[in-house]
């Protein structure tokens, strides 16, 4: 049996992704991380989506990957099924073709401050603790900490977090640029919405454009972005529809630059 899952909401052009492992502060095992892939298809796919939100039911945010999860764990699995896994599936999160809001209702710890890493815009409640603890386990933050965070947040914060075990109040997380803002206890979701909203407004096919390019500038692509930019210019152009065309006729193309 499955040891939570992620709930999916979608309401007009928005989705709410809501991670629901209570009981264990939404800790994330393989379970958990198979669900946000198949939460982040689920989403893509409806083609009325405009902007996304991730939450956590309960108390918490996530508190990270599932500890107890690793008993038993060869190095290999650790590395292969636990860390290049979930950077598999966080790539697919933060790569998601609309924007997502992190609304942060409790702590986000190690594994779930990576997490809230991928969103684009993180919006948190006062109370909560941020931070990467990993160290203090004899891990290292594995889920893109020391890279994705690094680029989003800036080193020193994460050096803070990762070699000091500094844990950040909401507030102090602000004031790093690790959170975007900061809202009363249980106003997370409501804010989130309320920024969803406004994204929604916008021009979808110019949003979804500019998180392509500003990942690009960000470095956080390896070119994909471009590739990505490039092939819907190209599946635009009349060349690409005589390109076809000439192959189901079994005819040579006849190009004439159509752009
Ligand atoms: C590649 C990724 C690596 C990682 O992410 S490593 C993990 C990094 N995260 C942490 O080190 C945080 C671990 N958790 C905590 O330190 C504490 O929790 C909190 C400070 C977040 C909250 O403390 P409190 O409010 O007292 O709750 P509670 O009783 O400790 O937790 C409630 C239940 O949740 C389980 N739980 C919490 N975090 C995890 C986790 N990361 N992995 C597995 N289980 C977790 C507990 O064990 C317990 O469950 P039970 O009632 O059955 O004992």
Redesign the pocket.
């Known amino acids: 049996m499955a040891s939570g899952t992620i709930k999916i909401d979608v309401d007009g052009h928005v989705a709410t992704l809501t991670i629901s492992r209570p009981?264990?502060?939404n800790?994330l095992d393989l379970d958990m991380l198979k669900a946000l892939a198949d939460a982040a298809d689920q989403v893509e796919a409806n083609a009325n989506v405009r902007a996304a939100i991730l939450t956590g039911e309960g108390k918490?945010f996530s508190?990270?990957?599932?500890?107890?999860a690793w008993g038993g764990m060869l190095p290999q699995e650790f590395g292969h099924l636990?860390?290049r896994h979930?950077h598999r599936i966080f790539e697919r999160l933060a790569t998601l073709r609309m924007p997502l809001i992190a609304a942060l209702n409790g702590?986000a710890?190690?594994?779930?401050l990576?997490l809230a890493g991928v969103a684009d815009i993180r919006l948190a409640e006062q109370h909560i603790?941020i931070g990467l603890?990993?160290t203090g386990?004899g891990?290292v933050?594995?889920?893109s900490g020391t890279q994705r965070l690094v680029r989003r947040f800036g080193a020193q914060a994460v050096r803070r977090m990762a070699l000091g075990g500094e844990i950040f109040t909401a507030e102090e997380a602000r004031l790093l640029g690790i959170v975007d803002a900061v809202v009363p206890t249980g106003n997370a979701l409501t804010a989130a919405r309320e920024y969803a909203g406004r994204i929604a407004a916008r021009g979808p096919a110019a949003t979804e454009i500019a998180k392509l390019m500003i990942a690009s500038a960000n470095g956080e692509d390896n070119g994909t972005a471009v590739e990505a930019l490039g092939s819907i210019l190209a599946a635009k152009t009349g060349d690409l529809k005589e390109g076809v065309a000439s192959f189901s006729e079994k005819r040579p193309a006849t190009f004439k630059g159509e752009w």
């Open positions: 009981e264990k502060l800790a918490g508190a990270g990957g599932d500890i107890k636990w860390v979930g702590h710890l190690g594994g779930g990576e603790k603890p990993e386990l891990m933050p594995g889920w």
